[in-house]
């Protein structure tokens, strides 16, 4: 059967639709065909995964600033955490809030997982969003005037 072919028989109907799937987050997702996209309006997948992963970060930055812990050691004995994962994580607070306002919202790119989060990074935003393919998020950031 070609893609897409619809077969008609005396009692059935047949209809085949191309798709992948990819795992984000632990779920399945499904990947619809180029144009499949006008089937449904676009929805906001929000990732859980990544949203817990960035609460925890600024959660432990939060502890190790206010003094709670004074190591990434401390606070991996607390938490019963490795101190190398607890590190990984804590450099998700250096993303761009803008990336981070997309990932709170369901609008980060469609194949973003942790695990490209928690790799290396640059420090500078727009490199940030050019590495993990936030391109979409391009408006005009607001600077406030000096006084």
Known sequence: MAKGTILHDTDTLTVTVPMTFKKRG????V???????????????????????LARAHRWKKLLDTGD????????GAEKINPSYIARILRLTLLAPDIVDAILDG?????LQLDDLLAPFPVEWEAQERRFAFLHLKVPRRISPEI
């Open 69 to 76: 812990y004074p190591t990434v050691q401390d606070l991996a």
């Open 31 to 53: 990947i619809a065909p180029n144009g499949a996209d006008a089937w449904a309006p676009p929805r906001a997948r929000i990732d859980n995964t990544m949203v817990k992963a």
């Open 26 to 29: 632990g779920r399945k997702l």
């Open 107 to 111: 609008r980060q790119p469609a194949g």
